[in-house]
């Protein structure tokens, strides 16, 4: 009996990865990515900032797992002048810090989010 627990536990973990898009993995600076980084619990609205001169929000449907906001994240990390990016599974909602002195255009978050398999519905830049 337990060598079939341990065989269906394998068989869901890999269907559960193979569900997410996967990407290779990334460190900002020295420190890696890690997926305890991303909360799957609801943010309140006053907790996303509004239009700051180096933040842009932006919508992705699709993202079903920590797996897939981490694969958000790691793909954002990977545009220059990204700073730091934080995502919200339950709202969709990834909010994105950027340089001042090096902002990422529209084109290059765009195509960071297609490169992940997501469906970007907008940007709140």
Do not use: W
Request: charged share 15%; glycine share 6%.
């Amino acid at each position: 009996m337990h060598v079939l627990t341990t065989v269906f536990a394998m068989m869901l973990a890999t269907a559960t990865v193979a569900a997410c898009q996967s990407s290779s993995s990334i460190s900002k600076g020295s420190d890696p990515v890690a997926l305890a980084q991303v909360s799957s619990a609801p943010v309140a609205a006053a907790q996303v900032p509004a239009k700051a001169s180096n933040t842009a929000t932006l919508v992705v449907h699709g993202m079903g797992c920590p797996q897939c906001a981490s694969n958000v994240d790691r793909q954002l990390l990977k545009v220059p002048g990204v700073e730091n990016v934080k995502v919200d599974m339950g709202t969709g909602r990834v909010v994105v810090d950027y340089s001042t002195t090096n902002p990422p255009s529209r084109e290059q978050l765009t195509k960071a989010i297609e490169e992940t398999g997501f469906t970007l519905v907008k940007i709140e830049m």
